[in-house]
């Protein structure tokens, strides 16, 4: 469909470290996963709806949607797509928060066969521009708060259909009047919908009503068609998008599936989803995963808005949900959570970022579960490690990633091109079934980052120890160096973060003359009292004297992306070495 897959797969000599995590598998999980269990997406996803019918499967708002109304409503937007010229192949750009809207258009995009090109909704004009001229999508969806951005955007596209969603939408049958209410609520109370001009948008409710006048005609696509274009890398260069097949993204919800099985019980869980499902955690886990064994799933619009989100969770007796370090630590921080009875929680999941040990342990104070660390990243659909679960819950958080997860080989390059040994460090590589078929139209791309092996080289530093387990340093190139040691931030956040008046911290390099860089932090308090010679007395206690913060910037908030994480690279590029300690 497109240049720039990785290409044939050579076979390669074993490795020392290979498959030594086994042993520490639990008991339950297997070593291989079947990739061909299913024929495509399409296929997962009309097996769940017949096998779990009668079942709720989102909630949003309130409101509940089943499985057999899910798949009605996914059939009509596949045929609706049909009617409208959309063939197997197209791109179709989904824009949407957490609604009900959007379950709906992503598996009626896959039964289309077309592949599904996931956008931040709150991307800029530029943002958006490009990831739909270099998709080429010509159909896309979008939640009406911003039909504004997708009409600036629209020239110098191929964008030729748009359907416009609303908050309102699919809440209710018949008259559906919740959706209306909250529709002008929205759009006349609150102002949050701005004026667009999209003469021949049409709306969700109506593409519905025609795909369900016409027949929906089945089409053929294999496991190697792609599925997704997801892209990723936005914060450091140019966004790409990795194309990920059928077979990646059923590979990885098996494997995420099979390590987490032991906990779960079909058409009995209920998920938490805070985080936005157009991002690939979220997309695997919770929008894929969970509906493989029939989980109602509590959809939240908008995770920043805590009143909301613990509205939504008051009639929620949850027993799964997944989230990040800053959405976790903001969780614990809020009486209303706190007040919480966790009895029934049997899973709760971090990923996206490094979670800070500090959170790790309020969390397990509070909930009695300890935070399952995950690592992934979007080439890989995303899982590639994971923290093993025992029946007990009794693993306790270590601040590893786990170990690699089923069908999956993980090693790790040391700076000369060799695999490194247990215990030494270099940049950790991938290879299996979820492993992405390249870049979207960037062969050059695609070469740098996976070898012709099938190797996929992710950019970051770890270690691995004789039982499998994974350690990450860093990023590589968050990487400081100073005086000639390497620096790790992730190392410094995690002892800062556990000072009793820090809320958050995020460190950087900054150049310097003499040293080549050195470290400053950006500190946010929990308690105003909180002094930079405090701060730095505390890191003192904990770190190498060339670790130890240069300098302290006190700010009332980080920066982060819309699902989370700290933009370190920002707080590069804003940087000024101001407040040096004594």
Not at 303 to 313: E, G, N, S, V
Not at 397 to 416: K, N, Q
Not at 424 to 452: F, I, S
Request: charged content about 20%; hydrophobic content about 45%.
């Amino acid at each position: 469909m497109s240049p720039g897959h990785a290409g044939p797969r050579a076979a390669f000599e074993p490795h020392a470290t290979d498959g030594i995590w086994y042993a520490s598998y639990p008991p339950d999980v297997a070593r291989e996963i079947d990739s061909e269990r299913y024929r495509s997406l399409a296929h997962f996803f009309d097996d769940c709806v017949a096998r779990f019918r009668d079942h709720i499967a989102f909630v949003s708002l309130g409101s509940e949607m089943s499985f057999a109304t899910l798949g009605a409503h996914a059939h009509a937007f596949a045929s609706y797509l049909q009617g409208i010229g959309v063939k197997p192949g197209d791109r179709v750009a989904l824009m949407m928060p957490n609604t009900l809207a959007y379950p709906v258009t992503l598996f009626g995009t896959l039964l289309a066969g077309a592949i599904v090109v996931n956008v931040n909704p709150l991307y800029t004009v530029r943002e958006l521009g490009h990831q739909l001229k270099d998709s080429g999508a010509q159909t896309v969806v979008v939640f009406e708060n911003f039909a504004k951005t997708v009409q600036d955007a629209q020239p110098g596209t191929r964008v030729r259909n748009v359907v416009v969603t609303g908050i309102g939408d699919l809440l209710g049958g018949g008259l559906n009047l919740k959706g209306r209410v909250l529709d002008l609520i929205l759009r006349h109370v609150r102002k949050q919908v701005p004026a667009y001009v999209l003469p021949d948008a049409v709306r969700l409710p109506q593409a519905l009503a025609r795909g369900t006048r016409r027949r929906f005609e089945p089409v053929r696509v294999g496991l190697g068609d792609i599925a997704f274009i997801q892209y990723t890398g936005g914060t450091t260069g140019t966004a790409k998008g990795a194309m990920l097949t059928h077979r990646n993204v059923i590979a990885n919800l098996l494997q995420a599936l099979g390590w987490a099985r032991s906990r779960l019980v079909d058409g009995s869980e209920i998920v938490v989803t805070p985080l936005p499902l157009y991002h690939i955690y979220s997309l695997t886990v919770n929008a894929l995963t969970f509906l493989a064994i029939g989980a109602r799933n509590v959809l939240i619009v908008n995770p920043r808005d805590l009143h909301a989100l613990m509205r939504a969770l008051r009639h929620e007796d949850f027993t799964a949900i997944t989230a990040l370090n800053t959405l976790y630590s903001a969780l614990l921080d809020n009486d209303e959570f706190r007040r919480r009875d966790f009895s029934s929680l049997k899973l709760a999941m971090a990923g996206g970022m490094a979670t800070q040990r500090t959170v790790a342990t309020r969390f397990k104070e509070l909930t009695g579960q300890t935070l399952i660390e995950g690592y992934g990243l979007t080439e890989c659909a995303p899982l590639v490690c994971a923290t093993p679960l025992d029946a007990h819950g009794s693993h306790a958080f270590d601040g590893t990633i786990g170990l690699p997860v089923a069908s999956t080989l993980v090693r790790l390059r040391r700076e000369d091109g060799a695999w490194a040994a247990v215990d030494e460090p270099g940049e950790l590589c991938v290879h299996g079934p979820q492993v992405m078929k390249g870049y979207w139209n960037r062969p050059e791309d695609t070469a740098k980052v996976v070898d012709a092996d099938g190797w996929l080289a992710t950019g970051d530093i770890g270690v691995m120890d004789a039982r499998g387990f994974i350690r990450l340093i860093d990023r590589k190139k968050d990487m400081m160096i100073v005086s000639g040691f390497n620096v790790y931030p992730n190392e410094i956040e995690d002892v800062l973060a556990a000072h009793p008046k820090v809320r958050a911290v995020a460190a950087v390099g900054v150049p310097d003359p003499v040293t080549g860089e050195r470290v400053k932090v950006f500190v946010v308090k929990r308690d105003a009292s909180l002094t930079m010679e405090e701060l730095v007395k505390f890191a003192r206690l904990h770190l190498t004297g060339y670790k130890v913060p240069a300098f302290v910037e006190f700010r009332d908030a980080l920066p982060q992306t819309t699902i989370g994480k700290v933009l370190r690279r920002e707080l590069r590029e804003s940087n000024a070495p101001t407040n040096p300690p004594d």
